[in-house]
């Protein structure tokens, strides 16, 4: 068959959603229509396994596909250019930051409009000269190149180059954990460009230095065989997670998450010793983590989140190999320009387990826990407060939980909170945009629905009053889309977080009080009241609640004191004084 034979014409939009849905079953789109991309939407619906996500505005849309990539591993949102785009930014922003791969597909002004440049257009910012009325189309796409790890604006200069520029966008962003943008003019929608039937979508990367990979591999293991090791696994090594896991179980190996980690290993593993973070460590970490001679640190994030007081794990233990997305640090080498996954495979295909040497002697942390075994030794009447709170939700949790925790006071005490297996664990733990777990969980939710798993998998959101006022509308969606997540809604009234730094008593600190969170759903569209609503004020109305099984969209109110945080927070809130 020769090359004429394989190629087709297609218009471009079918083209882009067909290749879409071949990431990783891929069923969701996310966004909000706007008259610059409303031709290219049409052609979502040629496609009956897609389902358009319609959101409240793009910033939300930004989050719910964030949230849908962390468990799908893939996600994409759709806007009109300027207002649209510029509104999502803060949740790209967020995802780059996070490594999370989202495809941003924005609709511009046409090619004609482009070229000719005579006439003002909307959602475009003028010129600073009132009286020139051409304006740059390409304004907004200056802004985003810090934001993502590939930007492409599409033209139709030369139509045989389209389909490998939409296919290198997705690539792209798929191995590269970043977002990325696809800028589509408005007439290009409907354009037919020629398309090679017979090319595949490449996700797996290519060993460009395959000798130097063998080196560094021989180099660790060589310390593996000779001193006693853990390992330190982190949030870029999340696409190895489950051959990490088989690994460390077939081996019974020493090992500890990050903060940025978490969930990552499996924290059932009589071997896994908790979240290392220095001083601000699970209980127990730091001292065992101290304990061994090397320290194999897989998928490294270095920022203020997972290096508290800006020490490494090179500060605790003598000897740490650094295993990142694109370097390796061993004996105070840097080596840059590597592929970090494929020096991984790379690792585990050569290792010799009889030949690792290990340290059988360390405790495992369920044994230097002071957490009771059960909540109910607690003060069952007693009115609720973190600390309860962490130790109820972990009895409570379940095999396959997925645990979406927005950035609140709370979020410091999930390190302590021991996870089920298979659970997952969704935060934007560093970069921190306060309202973005509540989109995020509808993204989650969709991804679990989409890969048929919605009875294997709960979704739990954990979600403070203060930030979910900036992102409240979303919770329509849960009810257009029949999503059944539990919100643990946290009502400490307004910005614990803020009032334990500074301003415990200032105004910049409140948040309007008395909402009627419990009717929220009502006022979103559950005119059936289907949805399950309800406040706790004690450690048992909290057991309860968490013991059904309600099968509907609930939310439990809990009620909390202004300034009761987590140990955790209190503790990072006086060193940063």
């Not at 090359?3 to 297609?10: K, Q």
């Not at 690792?347 to 059988?360: H, R, S, V, Y």
């Not at 057991?543 to 140990?567: A, F, R, S, T």
Request: aromatic letters at 10%.
């Amino acid at each position: 068959m020769t090359v004429s034979e394989t190629v087709e014409n297609v218009a471009l939009g079918s083209y882009l959603f067909s290749r879409l849905q071949q990431v990783n079953s891929l069923k969701s789109i996310f966004g909000v229509p706007g008259d610059f991309n409303l031709s290219l939407l049409e052609h979502l619906y040629n496609f009956p396994d897609l389902n358009w996500i319609g959101n409240c505005n793009e910033l939300n849309a930004g989050y719910a596909a964030d949230g849908y990539a962390r468990v799908n591993k893939f996600g994409v949102l759709v806007t009109t250019f300027g207002v649209g785009e510029l509104s999502a930014l803060n949740a790209i922003s967020g995802s780059f930051t996070e490594n999370v791969p989202v495809l941003h597909i924005v609709g511009t002004s046409s090619t004609m409009a482009k070229k000719l440049n005579n006439k003002t257009l909307h959602h475009l910012i003028p010129s600073k000269n009132t009286w020139e009325v051409a304006q740059d189309h390409y304004v907004y796409e200056k802004i985003v190149e810090p934001f993502s790890c590939i930007v492409e604006s599409l033209n139709d200069d030369d139509l045989t180059v389209l389909q490998s520029k939409i296919d290198n966008v997705i690539e792209t962003i798929y191995k590269s954990k970043k977002p990325g943008y696809l800028f589509i003019p408005s007439n290009l929608a409907d354009i037919q460009i020629p398309v090679d039937t017979t090319k595949k979508l490449e996700f797996n990367s290519i060993d460009k230095h395959p000798e130097l990979t063998n080196q560094i591999v021989s180099k660790i293991i060589d310390k593996l065989y000779k001193k006693k090791f853990a390992i330190l696994a982190d949030n870029l090594i999340e696409n190895r997670k489950d051959v990490l896991n088989n690994f460390i179980q077939s081996n019974n190996i020493d090992c500890f998450s990050t903060v940025l980690g978490k969930s990552i290993i499996d924290e059932t593993f009589e071997k896994f010793h908790g979240v290392f973070n220095g001083k601000i460590s699970s209980e127990g970490a730091a001292d065992t983590f101290s304990k061994f001679e090397l320290i194999l640190h897989l998928g490294v994030v270095t920022n203020e989140i997972n290096n508290f007081n800006n020490l490494k794990a090179k500060d605790f233990v003598g000897d740490v190999v650094e295993l990142g997305k694109d370097y390796v640090l061993i004996d105070d080498e840097l080596i840059t320009s590597v592929d970090g996954e494929i020096i991984f495979d790379s690792l585990l295909a050569q290792i010799e387990p009889m030949k690792l040497c290990t340290d059988q002697s360390v405790e495992s942390w369920g044994s230097k826990r002071s957490y009771p075994s059960s909540p109910t030794l607690l003060n069952a009447t007693k009115k609720l407060s973190q600390s309860s709170m962490a130790k109820i939700l972990e009895s409570k949790l379940r095999e396959g939980d997925v645990i979406v925790c927005e950035m609140c006071s709370f979020l410091f005490a999930i390190p302590d909170i021991k996870f089920p297996k298979d659970s997952l664990f969704i935060s934007q733990n560093f970069y921190g945009s306060i309202g973005y777990a509540l989109p995020s969980t509808l993204g989650a939710s969709l991804a679990i629905r989409d890969a048929g798993l919605e009875s294997k998998r709960r979704v739990i959101l954990l979600q403070g009053d203060g930030s979910a006022q900036m992102t409240i509308q979303e919770l329509s969606s849960y009810v257009r889309y029949g999503i059944k997540p539990t919100v643990l809604l946290l009502n400490n009234d307004g910005y614990s977080v803020e009032r334990v730094c500074c301003g415990p008593t200032r105004s910049y600190n409140d948040i309007q009080p008395n909402w009627n969170w419990l009717k929220l759903f009502n006022v979103f569209g559950d005119v059936e009241n289907k949805s399950v609503n309800v406040r706790v004020e004690t450690n048992h109305e909290l057991e309860m609640e968490l013991n059904k099984d309600d099968g509907e969209l609930k939310m439990i109110e809990v009620m909390l004191d202004k300034m009761d945080v987590p140990w955790r927070f209190s503790y990072v809130a006086g060193k940063a004084k």
